[in-house]
């Protein structure tokens, strides 16, 4: 089964302080990755995906095959970063479906 | 540029009664998909659609119904509303043709059924 787990629903750190969002999943193929974030009173939107590598508003997040992981970092939280973040895994296949995670509301505390 | 469109933004239903949300995109998006958002929960799929005239049950499918007639559009039906269908409801597309640049989402429908 195609599960994706965020063990953290809320998770707070003050300003300037470094921030992971744990995200683990549980998939028999290679699955696509993604990030979705939700600002306050605004649309779920994407945030980054594995597969482009990038690093978006400060964050990165890895890969990690072997731990089934793929958690969110950022090494200087800003209080804008203050959201909902979903974790979502893409099976294999040509729909282009996504498993969420119930998600992490992070709160930056000036 | 609208992006993805849904409405109501709210509804309040009785138990019993049905209603249709509409959700319209205009960035020929092949993709289309139905999410339902509980408290405390991710995102379930309802049901999806990879063009018009296709669609398919996703995780969470009973007490509801879709059509896709066009590229544009995919309304969720519900019939016999039912407490447990008190939701956020969203709407989003994708372009289904390689290059995948991620969902765009509808602003979501907040229902509750009384």
């Known amino acids: 089964a195609q599960r994706v787990t965020q063990p953290e629903k809320l998770l707070s750190v003050f300003k300037g302080a470094p921030v992971e969002l744990k995200c683990n999943y549980s998939y028999s193929g290679s699955p696509e990755l993604f990030w979705y974030v939700q600002y306050s009173r605004q649309r779920l939107q994407l945030l980054l995906r594995?597969?482009s590598r990038e690093s978006i508003k400060g964050f990165t997040a890895d890969l990690n095959k072997g731990e089934t992981s793929f958690h969110l970092k950022k090494p200087f939280a800003q209080e804008e970063d203050s959201a909902m973040y979903y974790c979502?895994?893409?099976?294999?296949?040509?729909?282009?479906?996504?498993?969420f995670g119930k998600g992490t509301k992070l709160t930056v505390n000036p | 540029n609208a992006g993805v469109t849904q409405t109501p933004k709210f509804r309040i239903l009785k138990i019993g009664q049905s209603m249709t949300l509409q959700c319209t995109q205009d960035?020929?998006?092949?993709?289309m998909y139905w999410y339902r958002q509980d408290p405390g929960m991710g995102l379930k799929l309802i049901y999806y659609s990879v063009g018009a005239g296709i669609t398919d049950k996703g995780e969470v499918p009973n007490g509801y119904n879709v059509s896709r007639s066009t590229t544009e559009d995919f309304p969720l039906r519900l019939e016999l509303a039912a407490p447990s269908q008190t939701s956020v409801y969203f709407c989003?597309?994708?372009?289904?043709?390689?290059?995948?640049?991620?969902?765009?989402f509808g602003s979501g429908t907040r229902l509750t059924v009384v």
């Open positions: 979502a895994l893409q099976p294999q296949g040509g729909s282009e479906k996504l498993v």
């Open positions: 960035m020929n998006h092949n993709y």
């Open positions: 594995h597969i």
């Open positions: 989003a597309s994708s372009s289904g043709t390689g290059g995948w640049k991620g969902y765009t």
